[in-house]
C-alpha cells in the first residue's frame, strides 16, 4: 500500500528576554526588527495555500516582550529611540552608535540591493579601526543620517510585506532624501506590525492552519535546571562548574508558567512542547508528563543515541511513544538534514534548484515507505526567524515555489503535529525505555557548559539563587517566594540564550551586550529585594574577542603548490607571528606564521611550521575553524606526503585545493564557508598529530576575521 509522505513543519519563534524588568529599558532590537520581518508573513504567506498546515512554537518570552510595544506599556528599545530621534539633534556617541549598529544586517541582502544603503555602508566602511571614527563621523551630513535611520528600519520589514504596502513601496523606490515624515511611517509600520503579530498567529489558529506550541517560558534548557550533571550523559569527563546547580523545581515552574501564559493568549494549553535548544532527558521528561503535554519533539541525534541505533527511516519517520509510571506522551524527532538544508544552505541556491532538491529528498523517503504499515511523518524543525534574511526576497520566493509544489502533489500531506498523532497514533515498537539526555546541537549540551565562561555563569547563577531563596523563601507550598519580580528576574536569567554567547562555541557583535544583560538580571534580584548587589556581578563573563588579524592590503592569487613559489604571491595577505605571546613556544611549538588573503571567491590561508620539528614520518593535520558559520576546512597529510582538504558544513564535506610541502597552502570558497563579503566571522587554528591536537591558536577563543566586501580597494584602504 503506497501512503503520502506527511510532512510536519515546526517554526520555533524565540527570542531571549532583552527587556531589563527593572528599568524597562531594552538595549536590542530584534524583538522588534523580527516582528516587522518574520513573524507576520511566515503565516500571512500560508492563506493562499489552505491545505498546508504547520505548527508554530512561540516561546512566552517572546509574546511578553511584544505585548511590551503596544498599549498600554508602550515601551521602546535604544535602537528605536535613536530611529525616532531627528537626525539633526544626534550627539556625538549617538552618531556613533548609528554608525556602528544601523548596518546589523545580512550586507549581501539587505544592504547591497538597496544602492542608497550599500553607498552609506561604502562610506562609512566596511570596518573602522577605533581611530579613524572621528573622520568617519564628520564624513556623514544630517541627511545621511537620516537616510541611514530610514534605510536601516526599512530593510527590516520584510520585503513582500514592503511590497503590499504603498506608502512603504513608495518610500523603497524613493531610495533617498528621506524626511523625518519618511522616517516616522516606517516606524509606524514597525509597531503596526509589532501589534498584528498575535492576532495573525491566533486566527490562523481559529481557522485550523495551524497548531501553537510553546517553549518553557523563558527558554532555559531543563535538563540542565534539573541537574547539571546530566551534561555528563554525552560528555563523561566535561568539566563541570565548582558549584553544583539542581533544582528540578525552577524546571517545573519554568514549564508550568508557560503553559498558563500560553493558554492566557492564546485560549487553550497547548499539545506540545519545543523543549528550549531541543534540550531532553529523563528528568525534565517526567515534569512534561507530570504536565500533560500531549507530545514534544528533539532532534534525531537524541533518538539514535537513546536506541543506540544507527540512522534507519523506518524509525526516524514516526512517532514514538514514551511511558513513564503510566503516563505517556508521543516524541517526534527532527529530519536533521532536511532541517538544517532549509536553514543552512538552501539559501545559497536558487529557489527553483532548492525546492527541486527538497521535493526530490521527500520523493525519496515516500519511495521507501511503500507497503509499510503507517505513513511516513517527516519532522521538519528550525527557527522560523533566523534563517529568512540570507535567502534572496527574506525567502518569499523560497516559499512560494516550495508551498505551490507541496500543495501540488498527492505524494505529500502538510499537516500539524497534532493532526496526524490524531490520524496515526504514536508507534509503541521499539519502545524507547531510555530518553538520551542532549540538545538538538550534536546530542549534547557543550554549548551551555564546560568551557571556563559557561561554568562562571552557572555559578554565579548559583550563587544569586541561594542569596534568593534566604531572602524570599517560599511559603505555603508555592514554588517560589512572595517577591515575584525578584523570581521573576532570576528566571530571565536561567534562559539559554546568555550561555549560547560564552566561551567560543557562538559569537556576534553584541557579546559584551549579552553578557551585560545577563549580569543585569541577576542584579535585578537584590535590587527588587533591596539588598545590597554584589560587587562580582559588576565584572564581566565574556573576555572580549581578541584582536582582528592584520589587514591585506589587497587580493592575492597564490599558486596552491605549498611552496613559496614567488615573493609576490603572498605580498598583500595579512600575517600574523604566532610566537609572539605563546606559552607554547618554549615546549617547541610547531606553528610559526598564519598568512591570509582573499579574492573574490575564495579566502586564502597559508601555515608556516617549524620544519626542523614537524616528524616527516608523521601524519598531521590542521583545522581551520570558523564557529560562528558552522564549517571547519580539515587538512590532512600522510607520511607518504599525499594531502587532503576538505570544507566541513552542516551541509556535508566538499572537498577544495590545498597544498603541503614547505608549507601549507589552502583555498577556502567563502560563499559555502558563509564567508559573506563585508562581514566579520570568527577564527581559530588547531594542529593535530594523528588524532591528537598538539597546538592551538589563539589559546583562548578566536581570532576577528575581516572579509572584505566586493569593493576591495575601498575596504583594504580603510
Known amino acids: 500500500m503506497s501512503h503520502p509522505v506527511y510532512l510536519a513543519f515546526v517554526w520555533h519563534m524565540h527570542q531571549p528576554y532583552y527587556r531589563d524588568l527593572r528599568t524597562g529599558e531594552c538595549f536590542m532590537p530584534w524583538v522588534r526588527l523580527h516582528a516587522a520581518k518574520d513573524y507576520v508573513d511566515m503565516v500571512t504567506r500560508l492563506e493562499a495555500f489552505p491545505t498546508l ?12 516582550q511584544l505585548q511590551a510595544y503596544l498599549p498600554p506599556h508602550n515601551l521602546s528599545d535604544s535602537f528605536l529611540d535613536l530611529s525616532s530621534k531627528p537626525a539633526g539633534e544626534l550627539t556625538q556617541p549617538e552618531k556613533r552608535f548609528v554608525l556602528e549598529n544601523f548596518f546589523l ?57 514592503r511590497s503590499q504596502d504603498r506608502a512603504l513601496a513608495a518610500l523603497e523606490r524613493k531610495g533617498r532624501g528621506f524626511t523625518e515624515a519618511d522616517k516616522r511611517a516606517v516606524l509606524q509600520a514597525h509597531l503596526r506590525l509589532v501589534g498584528e503579530v498575535l492576532p495573525t498567529y491566533q486566527h490562523a489558529a481559529q481557522r485550523g492552519q495551524i497548531e501553537l506550541t510553546c517553549s518553557p517560558y523563558y527558554h532555559p534548557i531543563l535538563p540542565l535546571l534539573c541537574d547539571l550533571q546530566s551534561a555528563r550523559e554525552s560528555l563523561p569527563h566535561v568539566p563541570l562548574p565548582a558549584r553544583p546547580f539542581r533544582h528540578p523545581e525552577d524546571a517545573r515552574t519554568q514549564l508550568q508558567l508557560a503553559l498558563a501564559r500560553h493558554t492566557e493568549i492564546f485560549g487553550k494549553p497547548p499539545a506540545g512542547l519545543w523543549p528550549s535548544e531541543g534540550s531532553v532527558s529523563e528528568e525534565m521528561l517526567r515534569l512534561a508528563l507530570a504536565a500533560k503535554l500531549r507530545w514534544m519533539a528533539t532532534d534525531e541525534d537524541i533518538l539514535w543515541k537513546s536506541l543506540q541505533h544507527p540512522r534507519a527511516p523506518s524509525l526516524l519517520y514516526r512517532p514514538h511513544q514514551l511511558t513513564r509510571d503510566g503516563q505517556s506522551l508521543s516524541m517526534i524527532f527532527r529530519d536533521r538534514e532536511l532541517s538544517d538544508l532549509i536553514g543552512f544552505t538552501y539559501s545559497q541556491w536558487e529557489p527553483a534548484a532548492a525546492v527541486k532538491d527538497f521535493m526530490a529528498r521527500c520523493a525519496a523517503i515516500q519511495e521507501q515507505f511503500n507497503g509499510a504499515p503507517h505513513p511516513a511523518l517527516v519532522s521538519i ?89 534566604a531572602h524570599d523563601p517560599p511559603s505555603d507550598g508555592q514554588l517560589r517566594g512572595r517577591n ?41 534580584v537584590y535590587q527588587f529585594l533591596q ?59 610547531l606553528l610559526r606564521m598564519l598568512w591570509y588573503g582573499f579574492d573574490a571567491t575564495h579566502c586564502y590561508v597559508r601555515l608556516d611550521f617549524d620544519r626542523a620539528r614537524l616528524d616527516p614520518n608523521a601524519a598531521w593535520s590542521v583545522a ?67 588524532q591528537t591536537a598538539v597546538e592551538q591558536h589563539p589559546m583562548n577563543g578566536t581570532w576577528l576575521l575581516r572579509i572584505p566586501s566586493d569593493e576591495a580597494a575601498a575596504v583594504w584602504s580603510a
Not at 110 to 119: K, L, N, S
Not at 413 to 419: A, G, N, Q, Y
Not at 570 to 576: D, E
Not at 631 to 644: D, E, F, H, L, M
Open 53 to 64: 498546515h504547520q505548527t508554530f512554537n512561540l516561546v512566552p518570552s517572546l509574546v511578553d
Open 531 to 589: 539588598q545590597p548587589v554584589p560587587a562580582a556581578l559588576s565584572v564581566p563573563i565574556k573576555v572580549k574577542a581578541e584582536a582582528a588579524l592584520p589587514w591585506p592590503t589587497a587580493a592575492i592569487a597564490p599558486t596552491l603548490d605549498g611552496l613559496e613559489t614567488t615573493y609576490y604571491e603572498w605580498l598583500y595577505a595579512g600575517s600574523l607571528d604566532l610566537r609572539k605571546g605563546s606559552a607554547m613556544q618554549r615546549a617547541g611549538q
Open 381 to 469: 524543525i528550525l527557527d522560523g526567524e533566523n534563517a529568512w534574511e540570507y535567502y534572496p526576497g527574506d525567502g518569499h520566493q523560497f516559499f512560494q515555489q516550495l508551498y505551490t509544489a507541496l500543495a501540488a502533489d498527492d505524494r505529500f500531506r502538510v499537516v500539524t503535529v497534532s493532526e496526524y498523532l490524531d490520524q496515526h497514533p504514536a508507534c509503541t515498537e521499539p519502545p524507547l525505555a531510555r530518553l538520551h539526555a542532549g540538545s538538538w546541537i550534536g546530542g549534547n549540551f557543550s554549548t551551555w557548559i564546560g568551557q571556563p565562561e559557561k561554568n562562571d555563569g552557572w555559578e554565579r547563577l548559583a550563587s544569586v539563587r541561594a542569596d534568593l531563596l
Open 624 to 690: 581551520v575553524d570558523f564557529p560562528d558559520r558552522q564549517a571547519t576546512v580539515r587538512i590532512s597529510r600522510a607520511p607518504s606526503g599525499t594531502t587532503r582538504a576538505e570544507l566541513l558544513t552542516p551541509a556535508g564535506p566538499t572537498p577544495i585545493s590545498c597544498g603541503w610541502q614547505r608549507i601549507l597552502e589552502v583555498a577556502i570558497p567563502r560563499q559555502p564557508a558563509g564567508l559573506d563579503a563585508g562581514q566579520s566571522a570568527r577564527m581559530r587554528l588547531a594542529l593535530f598529530n594523528e
Open 105 to 161: 544586517a545580512a550586507w549581501d541582502r539587505m544592504i547591497v540591493p538597496q544602492a542608497r544603503y550599500h553607498e552609506l555602508l561604502m562610506k562609512r566602511g566596511a570596518a573602522v579601526p577605533e581611530e579613524a571614527w572621528p573622520a568617519a563621523i564628520r564624513r556623514f551630513q544630517t541627511q545621511d543620517y537620516l537616510d541611514l535611520q530610514v534605510w536601516f528600519n526599512l530593510a527590516w520589514i520584510d520585503p513582500w510585506l
Open 484 to 524: 515575584e519580580p525578584a523570581w521573576k528576574s532570576f528566571w530571565a536569567a536561567e534562559g539559554s540564550d546568555w550561555w549560547w554567547w560564552y566561551g567560543d562555541t557562538n559569537s556576534s557583535v553584541q557579546d559584551m551586550e549579552f553578557d551585560r544583560l545577563f549580569r543585569a538580571h541577576l542584579a535585578n
